[in-house]
């Protein structure tokens, strides 16, 4: 995982079991899409869903790309994670009902870690 880009840290990462399954997605699905769910229906999974299928919101926050797919939260959610860097992993298991891992026996996980005092600084001079 490559933590930083110019001194700036990136708000999501993905492992190298999360990459490999979005590869795999991608090759059946086409191009992709993460939102990270705010909870309702499927908990709080980040849902993966063929990029053209899903319409992102004026609220929505865009955190960045993960194998070349753009990762999305919703405003109220980044409001209360935006101190924390989200690490898109896999374990075994269902995936949500309407995301595409379902059905692969595995699923994608959304992990965090808080930013250092430094990393926030930076992050609110770039924005």
């Known amino acids: 995982m490559t ?3 110019h001194n ?5 990462l993905a492992t190298d079991a999360a990459v490999a399954l979005i590869k795999e997605i991608r090759a059946q699905h086409g191009d992709l899409l993460f939102h990270q769910s705010g909870g309702c229906c499927d908990g709080s999974s980040p849902m ?8 992102v919101g004026a609220s929505d926050v865009l955190l960045g ?3 070349g797919t753009p990762v999305y939260i ?4 980044f409001d209360v994670w935006k101190h924390t860097c989200l690490i898109l992993d896999v374990v ?12 692969t026996e595995r699923r ?11 990393e926030i600084a930076a992050l609110d001079a770039a924005e």
């Open 74 to 77: 919703g405003e109220r959610q």
């Open 65 to 67: 790309e993960v194998a």
């Open 3 to 5: 933590e930083r880009l």
């Open 8 to 12: 700036v840290p990136q708000r999501v």
């Open 108 to 118: 994608f996980l959304a992990r965090s870690r808080a930013f250092t005092p430094e």
């Open 92 to 103: 075994d298991g269902r995936g949500g009902m309407f995301s595409l891992d379902n059905g």
């Open 48 to 55: 993966c869903y063929p990029r053209g299928e899903f319409r």
